[in-house]
């Protein structure tokens, strides 16, 4: 039999014809449908002919061929014993499967990929998961798994042990020194190496899992707060926080910068690098701090009341803002704070208040003041950010955005913040 196969194989045109038989059945699923023969010859058509029990007149004036027809003619021949596909897989010398069972083949190979991962890494599980998904984000990692399994596999496990080993919570590590201190290189996690991309993945993962992030980031400003949310520093002078009327302490004692600027109402922009230098920050007086979203707001109720400890964070919560909080937080502060009533700054809000439970306070963040400041910009696309809102005060204000659909900006609400100022500060007394 294996001499007949040869001699089939060499027949003129048989390759060629098996070849689209195996595209069709791969196609289908199964024996059926008919392949064109307008690109085969005279002598291709003849040996085709033989076999097929026909004339080639008959083939060439058809200009096709059915599949099941041609697996039927084989009955009375030498090949009888065989199916088609069987007969196809003899000449052709593969194993042949259809596009479905192939992908069904994969699927069970990717599967088991993820479990190998999930076996001897379970603590990364919503990572792992993630990839699972196959959503764009992780097109990269599956181009990878194409190209070599194996390579992408011990990647994978670097990554994740990387990750497990993050500076520890309020402790801050620049790049390089970490990458050097997990893998002896300094450069294995550049965001340009796949390795960095990984490990970009990794982090985005872990805080889309926690609800910090919606998207893998996309702009630098966007990449340093990924990293530093982490406790990595690629750059520690981009990330500021401007602040008034607040002391601090290093290891040498009382920080005279913030000491001068405190005494004489100086407004600063403090950068992340300086505030990794400090061991405490504390209100000049009193336990409570202002903290505004908008510069052009911040800026006014600093010159309204002029010695009251505020911060402005400038739109997002970002690095140097959260590290100058828990000093303050530990320091026993409430945070009283006022941001735009639109879906971004209410779920400002609620992060701010699960960091710190039982020490912040929503100031103007209320549907009265959401009425006060209605805009006409649409919202709606934007509403499914108040998802993550779960505090019942900002759940109201939540409510209503929903009904309207429309955002409420901080500078309606200026003259009132000042005023609320004034009374707790100038006065001490609760408005």
């Known amino acids: 039999m294996k001499d007949a196969i040869d001699l089939l194989r060499k027949e003129p045109g048989m390759l060629k014809l098996f070849h689209l038989f195996k ?14 023969l307008s690109g085969f010859t005279r002598t291709e058509l003849e040996a085709i002919a033989g076999l097929a029990g026909t004339s080639p007149d008959l083939l ?4 096709k061929i059915s599949l099941r027809a041609f697996e039927k003619a084989l009955a009375p021949t030498v090949f009888g014993k065989y199916t088609l596909v069987e007969l196809l897989e003899a000449v052709l010398k593969e194993r042949i499967f259809s596009k479905a069972e192939e992908e069904e083949i994969e699927k069970k190979k990717e599967e088991q990929f993820l479990a190998r991962l999930t076996e001897t890494m379970p603590d990364g599980n919503g990572w792992w998961r993630r990839i699972a998904s196959k959503t764009a984000d992780t097109r990269f990692i599956w181009h990878a798994y194409k190209q070599d399994p194996d390579t992408l596999s011990a990647q994978l496990k670097m990554v994740w042990k ?6 520890e919570e309020g402790k801050y590590e620049r790049i390089p020194f970490y990458s050097q201190r997990i893998t002896g290189n300094p450069h294995f996690f550049d965001q340009t190496r796949f390795a960095g991309k990984l490990f970009i993945h990794c982090l985005f993962t872990d805080q889309w899992l926690k609800g910090l992030i919606e998207e893998v980031p996309k702009t630098t400003e966007e990449l340093n707060e990924l990293y530093a949310n982490a406790g990595l520093m690629r750059d520690d002078l981009w990330s500021f926080v401007t602040c008034r009327a607040f002391l601090a302490e290093t290891e040498n004692g009382l920080h005279p910068v913030w000491r001068e600027a405190a005494a004489t109402g100086t407004v600063m922009n403090v950068p992340v690098k300086e505030l990794l230098q400090l061991t405490n920050i504390w209100p000049r007086a ?5 903290i505004i979203e908008n510069s052009g707001v911040a800026s006014a109720v600093l010159d309204a009341v002029s010695d009251a400890p505020v911060i402005c964070t400038h739109g997002q919560f970002r690095t140097a803002a959260w590290i100058m909080l828990q000093h303050l937080a530990k320091n026993g502060c409430t945070f009283y704070y006022s941001g735009d009533l639109d879906p971004e700054g209410v779920v400002m809000a609620e992060r701010l208040s699960s960091r710190f439970p039982g020490q912040t306070v929503f100031w103007r963040m209320d ?4 009425f006060l400041t209605l805009s006409e910009e649409d919202i709606s696309t934007r509403l499914s950010k108040l998802d993550a809102v779960q505090s019942p005060e900002l759940l109201l204000v939540a409510n209503e955005m929903r009904l309207k659909k429309k955002a409420g900006y901080q500078e309606g609400l200026a003259d009132l913040l000042i005023e609320d100022l004034k009374k707790r500060w100038l006065s001490g007394k609760e408005a």
């Open 23 to 36: 595209e069709k059945y791969r196609s289908l699923g199964h024996i059926g449908g008919t392949v064109s």
């Open 60 to 63: 060439r004036e058809k200009n």
């Open 162 to 167: 990387a990750f497990t080993m993050l500076p």
């Open 286 to 290: 009193g336990k409570k701090v202002w």
């Open 367 to 370: 549907p009265d003041a959401y």
